[in-house]
Nanobody, 129 residues
C-alpha cells in the first residue's frame, strides 16, 4: 500500500521560510517522480514543482521560480520543498505527489494534477502579511 505523507507546514510571516518534507512508502523511492501541488480556498489546484526520479530534472511554476527549491535525499527516502521569501499569496494547502511512470515530471505536462497517481493529505502553509 502506497502512503505519501507531508510535513513542515505552518504559519509564517511574509518574507519568511519553511521547509516542507514528503516521504513515500510502498514505492521504490529511487524510482519515483515526485512533486508538489497547492490549492488555496476558492482557487484551482496549482503545480508548484516536480523532480524526476533521478533528481536530474526539476520544474517550477512561474509564481515560485527563484523562491522555491525542490530536492530529494534518496538515503532518507525524503523529498523536500524549501520555500523562501514567502508571500501571502503562497497561502494554501500543499500536497505531495508521487508517480513512477516515465514522463510524468517533464516538459509541458509536469503540472497536470491528473497525471499523478499518489497524493498525500496535505500540509497547510499560511503566510501572514
Amino acid at each position: 500500500q502506497v502512503q505519501v505523507v507531508e510535513s513542515g507546514g505552518g504559519l509564517v510571516q511574509a518574507g519568511g521560510s519553511l521547509r516542507l518534507s514528503c516521504t513515500a512508502s510502498g514505492l521504490n523511492f529511487g524510482d519515483v517522480n515526485m512533486g508538489w501541488f497547492r490549492q488555496a480556498p476558492g482557487k484551482e489546484r496549482e503545480g508548484v514543482a516536480c523532480i524526476t526520479w533521478n533528481g536530474r530534472l526539476t520544474f517550477y511554476g512561474d509564481s515560485v521560480k527563484g523562491r522555491f527549491t525542490i530536492s530529494r535525499d534518496v538515503a532518507k527516502n525524503t523529498m523536500y520543498l524549501q520555500v523562501n521569501s514567502l508571500k501571502p499569496e503562497d497561502t494554501a494547502m500543499y500536497y505531495c505527489v508521487a508517480d513512477p511512470r516515465v514522463g510524468i515530471c517533464f516538459g509541458v505536462v509536469w503540472n497536470r494534477a491528473a497525471n499523478y497517481k499518489h497524493w498525500g493529505q496535505g500540509t497547510q502553509v499560511t503566510v501572514s502579511s
